[in-house]
C-alpha cells in the first residue's frame, strides 16, 4: 500500500454495536441515552460503541478519542463506552452492523464490506481495480461517491460521521510471484464470504475459499490452501509473513469504514450537540486514517525486513488485471447502479 500520509478522508460515517438492552430507558429499542431531561437541550448520554478489532488498532484509537473528546467538550454529559473485538455482538460483525441500524447499539466502526450483507449497493466501494492509489481515493470519499454513501447509510438508520480506512487489500501466496492473471491460476485464495469477491478470483481463474480468518494461519502452514488476500494491517498482525513468502501490491480492492451513529438516535439530539458530533466524528476518523497510514508505512519494512518478497505490478500488468475482472462490472453495474458507479469512477 502507500507508504505516504496524504490527505485524510473527510466527510461524515462511523459505526457502533451494544448487547442485549442496557439502555438507560426502559423502552424497549430506544437508545441509550439517558432520558432524564425534557427536551434535547442539556440531555445527558451513556452511549455503547462497537469496534470489530482490538484495543491496540488505529480503529479503537479513533474510537477512544471520540469518546474522550466528546467526554470533555460536555463536561461529561455525553459518555461513549467503546467495546473492541465485536464483544456487543459475539465476535459477528454482521450483527453488529444489524445491532447499529436498529439502535440497539449507539456508534460502531464497520468496513462497507460488512454493511453490503445489508445492501449489495455498499458493494461498490470495493469494487475491483477501481482506485490506483490514496489520492483517488480521497479524492471520490471527499466528493460525490462519500456522499452517495451516506445516503444510502441514512436509507439504513445511520448517521455516517467519517470515513475510516482498513486499506487497500492486497494478496499473498506461497507458491510464486503474482504478476499477471495468468498467475492466479487454479491458486486457492481464502477470500471473505462475499460474493462479489467469490466471483472476481473465479473470473481471474483463482480457487477462491471462505473460512472464519482464525483459521487461515494454521491452513496456509498446512498447505490448505496456497493464499489470502487482506490490507497490509491485517497481515502484518498475524504473522503471515510466517507461512508466507510472497506479497503483491496490486491495490485491487479499497476497504473503507464507516465510523456512524444510529440515526433515530442522531436525530433526536439538539441542534448543538448533532453539530458537536458530527464535527468530532469527522475529526476522529481523519485521525484514524492518519495513523493507518503511517502505521502502514512501518509495517511494509518490517515484512520486508522479516523476508517477503513484495512485487508491485506495472501499469501494463494492472490494465491485465483490470480487463481480466471487466465480467464482474458487466455483472454487478445492475445490481450497484450506474449512476452510483460512475460516482467513484470520476477520479
Known sequence: ??????????????????????????????????????????????????????DSSTWYQAADKLAQDLDEETD?????????????????QGKGVELLTKGQTDLSLHSTIIYSILDDRFGVASAPFLFKDKDGVDKVFNGAGGEAIAEILNEKNVELLGFGENGFRQITNGKHEIKTPADMKSLKIRIPGITMYTDLYRTLGADPTTMAF?????????????????PIDVIHSSKLDEVQDYLTTWNYSYDPLVLGINKKLFDSMSKEDQELVKKLGKEAAEYQVELAREKEA????????????????????????????QPVYDKYEDIWGKDLLDKFRDQ
Open 1 to 54: 500500500m502507500k507508504m505516504k500520509k496524504k490527505s485524510v478522508l473527510g466527510a461524515i460515517g462511523l459505526s457502533a454495536m451494544l448487547m442485549l438492552a442496557a439502555c438507560s430507558s426502559d423502552k424497549e429499542g430506544s437508545t441509550s441515552a439517558d432520558s432524564s431531561g425534557a427536551d434535547s437541550d442539556g440531555k445527558s448520554y451513556k452511549l455503547k460503541m462497537s469496534v470489530t478489532v482490538n
Open 76 to 92: 461529561g454529559r455525553i459518555k461513549i463506552e467503546v467495546f473492541p473485538n465485536e464483544q456487543l455482538s459475539n465476535g459477528d
Open 214 to 230: 482464525s483459521e487461515v494461519f494454521t491452513a496456509l502452514q498446512q498447505g490448505t490452501i496456497d493464499g489470502q488476500e487482506n
Open 298 to 325: 512501518k509495517q511494509i519494512d518490517e515484512l520486508k525486513d522479516a523476508g517477503m518478497q513484495f512485487y508491485a505490478p506495472t501499469d501494463e500488468e494492472l490494465a491485465q488485471f483490470a480487463e481480466a475482472v
